[in-house]
Nanobody
Framework: QVQLAESGGGSVQAGGSLRLSCAAS????????MGWFRQAPGQEREGVAA????????QLADYVKGRFRISHDNVKNTVSLQMDSLKPEDTAMYYC??????????????????WGQGTQVTVSS
C-alpha cells in the first residue's frame, strides 16, 4: 500500500520556522519527482515546491522563493520542506506528493500520482 506520511506541521508565529518531512513507503516505483502543495480553506490546491529527485533540480513557487527550501534524501526516500520567515498567508494544509513519470519539478497537482494525508501549518500574526 502506497503511503506518503507527512510530519512536522504545527502552529508558529509570523517570522518563525517549521520543517516538514514526508516519508514514502509501499511505492511500486522510484519517484522521479516529489513535491509539496498546500490548500487553504475555500481555495484550490497550489504548488509550493518540487524536486526532480534524479538530478536534484528544484522549483519553488514565487510566493515562497527566498523563504522555503525543498530537499530530498535518495537513500531514505524522504522529501523535506524547510520553511523560514513564515507569514500568516502560509497557513494551510500541506501535502506531499510523488510522481512516477515527471522529468522536471512540476508545481501542477494534476501531474502527481500519489498523495499524503496532509499536515496542518498555522501561522499567527
Amino acid at each position: 500500500q502506497v503511503q506518503l506520511a507527512e510530519s512536522g506541521g504545527g502552529s508558529v508565529q509570523a517570522g518563525g520556522s517549521l520543517r516538514l518531512s514526508c516519508a514514502a513507503s509501499g511505492l511500486t516505483y522510484t519517484p522521479k519527482c516529489m513535491g509539496w502543495f498546500r490548500q487553504a480553506p475555500g481555495q484550490e490546491r497550489e504548488g509550493v515546491a518540487a524536486i526532480y529527485t534524479r538530478a536534484g533540480n528544484t522549483q519553488l513557487a514565487d510566493y515562497v522563493k527566498g523563504r522555503f527550501r525543498i530537499s530530498h534524501d535518495n537513500v531514505k526516500n524522504t522529501v523535506s520542506l524547510q520553511m523560514d520567515s513564515l507569514k500568516p498567508e502560509d497557513t494551510a494544509m500541506y501535502y506531499c506528493a510523488s510522481s512516477r513519470s515527471l522529468v522536471y519539478p512540476s508545481l501542477l497537482p494534476d501531474e502527481y500520482n500519489d498523495w499524503g494525508q496532509g499536515t496542518q501549518v498555522t501561522v499567527s500574526s
